[in-house]
């Protein structure tokens, strides 16, 4: 096995245990599996198999949602990954306004790759969102939808039919829940 792929597989592992006992927003699912398909979304759905992107899409929320910090995937991951994981974390001392504002920003500077991670984040929460009462649905799209308005402006090319995809999407929800 190369170590790219014993990379990826250490991730999986790594975001299973960061999450354990967490569940999602429908109190049923466990939390990892969001993390999952959201790498999943990245290759099988988006086409990109860059172990970079996989594996920030693993651990994207280890970071702002676990006790796992910085330092720990900077020690397991390396300072790339690291830096990529925290451009798609929020900070959560922030009050909620000042928080949204400056995880934009952040978003706006990321590497092309994280915003297509971010993307595939909002894919899958967009897909989950049946789920979840019309309220939490209508929030999560209004959030997607900040995001989106700021990723859909990426010039990468590889990127594009990421963006198609969550346009579809959002369209797709949004007539679901007005």
């Not at 979304?41 to 198999?49: A, E, K, L, Q, Y």
Request: include cysteine; charged fraction near 30%; aromatic fraction near 8%.
């Amino acid at each position: 096995m190369n170590t790219s792929n014993r990379d990826l597989l250490e991730a999986v592992g790594f975001a299973a245990r960061a999450h354990q006992g967490q569940l999602r927003k429908d109190k049923e699912t466990p939390y990892a599996t969001h993390p999952f398909r959201v790498c999943l979304v990245v290759r099988d759905i988006f086409g990109f198999d860059d172990r970079r992107m996989l594996i920030t899409a693993l651990l994207h929320d280890t970071i702002e949602d676990t006790t796992i910090d910085f330092d720990d995937v900077e020690e397991r991951f390396g300072t790339e990954i690291a830096q990529w994981v925290a451009y798609l974390t929020k900070d959560m001392r922030l009050p909620d306004a000042e928080r949204e504002r400056a995880y934009v920003e952040n978003l706006k500077k990321a590497p092309w790759q994280v915003q297509v991670c971010k993307l595939a984040d909002i894919f899958d929460n967009l897909t989950d969102s049946d789920k979840l009462s019309l309220s939490r649905r209508s929030h999560q799209l209004k959030r997607s939808e900040l995001y989106f308005a700021q990723l859909r402006q990426m010039s990468e090319p590889a990127a594009q039919r990421a963006i198609e995809l969550v346009a579809l999407l959002i369209e797709e929800v949004r007539a679901k829940t007005s």
